[in-house]
């Protein structure tokens, strides 16, 4: 019943910019402020790797490879958070997938369907 959509990908220069965003439905904006909401890659041939995450206080973290040039957002009352991405590298190409993590009384774990972004000249 819980479901997330991501939008926002798309084929970007390197260097360019793009912005991907995450809506959860099935869930009220009280639970979706509970959750960990995070955003993971993963390239052809490569393990899925954590990205970027927003816990319920605000606190972020970032893998090493996209700190300083991405950034994670989360906006509790429309259900939905973003990644900035800034000074992209063809590295950065992958399918983004968005994620919803909580443990309370029992395990929640949604994820959605992943947008693709492309990083070519």
């Known amino acids: 019943q819980v479901q997330l959509v991501e939008s926002g990908g798309g084929l970007v220069q390197p260097g360019g910019s793009l912005r991907l965003s995450c809506t959860a439905s099935g869930m009220n904006f009280i639970n979706f402020s509970s959750y960990r909401m995070a955003w993971y890659r993963q390239a052809p041939g490569k393990q899925r790797e954590l990205v970027a995450s927003?816990?319920?206080?605000?606190?972020?973290n970032f893998a090493d490879s996209v700190q300083g040039r991405f950034t994670i957002s989360r906006d509790n009352a429309k259900k939905a958070v973003y990644l900035q991405m800034n000074s992209l590298r063809p590295e950065d190409a992958a399918v983004y997938y968005c994620?919803?993590?909580?443990?309370?009384?029992?395990?929640?774990?949604?994820w959605g369907q992943g947008t693709q972004v492309t990083v070519s000249s």
């Open positions: 927003i816990l319920n206080t605000g606190t972020t």
């Open positions: 994620n919803a993590y909580l443990r309370l009384g029992g395990l929640f774990d949604y």
